[in-house]
């Protein structure tokens, strides 16, 4: 589904995701990091490329593959840089549609002792350093998995296979494709089981916004397909009113905030509207799963939800 815009300055862009489990995811851009770019007549999108050497993110806790730099639409920009010196090793050194499985709980963390290796999907292997409980902003060596990326003018798509780590084993794909002459991008993953342990993960999109290379306010506004039950301001800086949170004053450099919705209602967090009002430009989430809970993320230059 894609809004329509109205004005000349006017742009949307939609977006869908698609995750299947088979089992019992710029201008300031670091040095030369690999990039791809995809085009369907209508929109002009640059995707980072998994890679060891020279990517732009290289740490432990996202997905390494498909994400979007920037989407270029009649002239506007979407996504982009949101913090000022991006560092490729850092936990959270990510853009646009980052994805991370199992932020509480990695494959094999409880079992593995010091020194050994537990699974981090879309990463590969990371070496727990000590008996302290596992927290996703924390940094861990990464011994990466390799990855196989096929192409088309307006496709790309990475697979990633891990043999069996105590047990533990995957194929991860992930797909990004543009629509035939339209506004709309999917993202569609697959995840299977190739090891003997079952796997039980949780994954989510955290979606860094950027709307021009603009800050977030004025004008910044987040949609929701629900009315949280608690409706208290996000904090002095973000209102919430009834499905929508908007941006009242400008965040300090060094300060972010984010809201947590809990016990969504069934069918609820399927489909999330991003707005810039001052730039007449929004972005349309739509998921085709369940969703367990809602985060709302915000930084200077970005927000959207998680």
């Known amino acids: 589904m894609t809004p329509s815009g109205s004005g000349m300055c006017s742009a949307s862009l939609a977006f869908l995701w698609v995750f299947a489990l088979l089992c019992l995811l710029a201008a300031n851009a670091i040095g030369q990091a690999p990039t791809r770019q995809l085009t369907n007549g209508v929109l002009?999108?640059?995707?980072y490329l998994p890679d060891s050497e020279n990517g732009y993110y290289r740490g432990p806790r996202f997905d390494w593959s498909g994400m979007i730099a920037s989407?270029?639409?009649d002239g506007h920009r979407f996504f982009g840089e949101w913090r000022m010196?991006?560092?490729?090793?850092?936990?959270d050194n990510v853009v646009g549609t980052a994805g991370e499985f199992g932020i509480r709980s990695p494959l094999g963390y409880d079992e593995a002792k010091?020194?050994?290796?537990?699974?981090k999907i879309g990463v590969g292997r990371l070496r727990r350093p000590d008996n302290e409980p596992y927290h996703f902003s924390r940094q861990y060596e990464v011994l990466p998995s390799p990855w196989v990326i096929r192409e088309g003018k307006h496709w790309?798509?990475?697979?990633?296979?891990?043999?069996?780590?105590?047990?533990?084993?995957y194929r991860f794909t992930k797909r990004i494709e543009l629509a035939p002459a339209?506004?709309?991008?999917?993202?569609?993953?697959?995840?299977e089981n190739t090891g003997s342990q079952r796997i039980t993960t949780d994954h989510y999109c955290h979606n860094f916004v950027v709307f021009d290379d603009r800050e977030s306010f004025p004008g910044g506004q987040v949609r929701l397909d629900f009315a949280p039950t608690d409706?208290?301001?996000v904090n002095e800086i973000a209102v919430l009113d009834n499905q929508t949170i908007r941006l009242t004053a400008p965040l300090p450099f060094t300060q972010s905030l984010h809201r947590e919705f809990l016990d969504l209602p069934e069918g609820a967090g399927q489909k999330t509207i991003l707005e810039n009002t001052a730039t007449g430009t929004s972005l349309w989430i739509e998921r085709d799963t369940p969703t367990a809970h809602a985060v709302f993320?915000?930084?200077?230059?970005?927000?959207g939800p998680g």
């Open 44 to 47: 002009t999108a640059t995707v």
């Open 182 to 191: 339209a506004p709309d991008i999917t993202i569609r993953y697959i995840l």
């Open 85 to 91: 010196r991006p560092k490729p090793k850092a936990t």
């Open 156 to 169: 790309i798509e990475f697979q990633q296979e891990l043999s069996a780590e105590r047990g533990w084993g």
């Open 231 to 233: 409706q208290t301001p």
């Open 71 to 73: 989407v270029e639409r």
């Open 114 to 119: 010091a020194g050994e290796c537990f699974v």
């Open 297 to 303: 993320c915000r930084a200077r230059r970005g927000s």
